[in-house]
T-cell receptor
Framework: GESVGLHLPTLSVQEGDNSIINCAYS??????FIWYKQESGKGPQFIID?????DKRQGQRVTVLLNKTVKHLSLQIAATQPGDSAVYFC???????????FGTGTRLKVLA | GAVVSQHPSWVICKSGTSVKIECRSL??????MFWYRQFPKQSLMLMAT?????????EQGVEKDKFLINHASLTLSTLTVTSAHPEDSSFYIC???????????FGDGTRLSIL
């Protein structure tokens, strides 16, 4: 991910709608990508990961899409619920070190 | 599965004291643990990587004598903030992973406030 400073982008979504959270990464050598959810005052919680030999992976209500050409990652959350409200971070890593580079984060607000 | 416990969750202490934070992997053996620092509304910044039985690898700009890391067993790593000062106040988070290709699992962080 790209950590660009103090601004935390916010995405507001109506309950029940789908959410799409985007992330850009800069290291062309990165081949492992992860999404985390962080609630206030807690540590990040693993959501889903994907390796560079795939361009899509699905979990329960979540889908991660990887576009290596433009170094872009997205997290799709289906039927967004109030409990999905949190800050979402992407991270990328190179399998040689598996040291994570975290993105800036996106705050997801679910509107009732 | 993959639970990481961090203790304490909150600590307030006077300037000049040292504070120890523990990170435990409860249901798996963690060959590698990581320590991060997070400022309000910002992302996680890696401070150091800790492998069991060996010296920690610190990121550029992180003082190893200030932030002492010990990884004595496959389930426990500790971070000691020595002679803490107000500028060390932050949210410290640890993570642990089993094998290299497994995702990192995070503790719930320690809010450190130095008066």
């Amino acid at each position: 991910g790209e950590s660009v400073g103090l601004h935390l982008p916010t995405l507001s979504v109506q309950e029940g709608d789908n959410s799409i959270i985007n992330c850009a990464y800069s290291n062309s050598a990165s081949d492992y990508f992860i999404w985390y959810k962080q609630e206030s005052g807690k540590g990040p919680q693993f959501i889903i990961d994907i390796r560079s030999n795939m361009d899509k992976r699905q979990g329960q209500r979540v889908t991660v899409l990887l576009n290596k050409t433009v170094k872009h990652l997205s997290l799709q959350i289906a039927a967004t619920q109030p409990g999905d409200s949190a800050v979402y971070f992407c991270a990328d890593a190179f399998s040689g070190t598996y040291k994570y580079i975290f993105g800036t984060g996106t705050r997801l607000k679910v509107l009732a | 599965g993959a639970v990481v416990s961090q203790h304490p969750s909150w600590v307030i202490c006077k300037s000049g004291t040292s504070v120890k934070i523990e990170c435990r992997s409860l249901d798996f053996q963690a060959t590698t643990m990581f320590w991060y620092r997070q400022f309000p509304k910002q992302s996680l910044m890696l401070m150091a990587t800790s492998n069991e039985g060996s010296k920690a690898t610190y990121e550029q700009g992180v003082e190893k004598d200030k932030f002492l890391i010990n990884h004595a067993s496959l389930t426990l790593s500790t971070l000691t903030v020595t002679s803490a000062h107000p500028e060390d106040s932050s949210f410290y988070i640890c993570s642990a992973r089993g094998t290299d290709d497994q995702p990192q699992h995070f503790g719930d962080g320690t809010r450190l406030s130095i008066l």
